[in-house]
């Protein structure tokens, strides 16, 4: 047999063995796009969009990571009380405003796979807190809902929430 065939028959051989269990279930997802990205490309999150531009978040969720997001949607931003986000949005909170999307990453990638059925606390955030996340029955992280999870990005991992978390501090 010829090298070069020798050569074809290895890589054959390599590509399902290395491949396989990336795609195990179908949840192998590719993409180029950072959290910002796809955050951005989504117009559900254009006010968690301007929030970051707001907190100068974005070159940080750009960043190598991983990161897990708990992204908020538009409507969970609405469901604040009245005057909550364009008070947040003013340049004099900048902080509190930092602390309130620092608290919905968690400087890992943690997949919905790996929560299922369970009951824990996460990994700090990147405000420092922590997140009480219930993954028994759907995934519930201090009182949001996970309602679309595992949006993948090249620097992490988003899961979509219906409420904005709140720092206790």
């Known amino acids: 047999m010829s090298f070069f ?8 051989l390599v590509i399902p063995a290395v491949t396989a269990p990336a795609i195990a279930g179908g949840m192998y997802k590719k993409t180029s796009n950072t959290i910002v990205d796809v955050a951005a490309s989504n117009p559900d999150f254009s006010t ?3 929030a970051l531009k707001a907190a100068d978040l974005v070159d940080a969720l750009k960043g190598a990571g991983p990161f897990t997001v708990f992204a908020p949607t538009n409507a969970a931003f609405a469901a604040l009380p ?4 364009e008070n947040l949005l003013k340049p004099e909170n900048k ?4 602390a309130v999307l620092t608290y919905h990453v968690i400087p890992a990638k943690i997949e919905s796979s790996a929560l299922a059925g369970k009951k824990l606390t996460s990994p700090a955030t990147l405000q420092g807190g922590t997140l009480a996340i219930d993954a028994t029955k759907g995934v519930n992280v201090a009182g949001a809902n996970v309602v679309s999870a595992d949006v993948a990005a ?16």
Request: charged share 15%; net charge positive; aromatic share 0%.
């Open 48 to 50: 968690l969009v301007t």
């Open 5 to 12: 065939r020798k050569a074809m028959v290895a890589i054959a």
């Open 154 to 169: 090249s620097n992490g991992v988003i899961h979509v929430i219906d409420k904005v978390l709140l720092p206790a501090n």
């Open 95 to 98: 902080a509190k405003l930092q």
């Open 82 to 85: 009245a005057g909550t986000v």
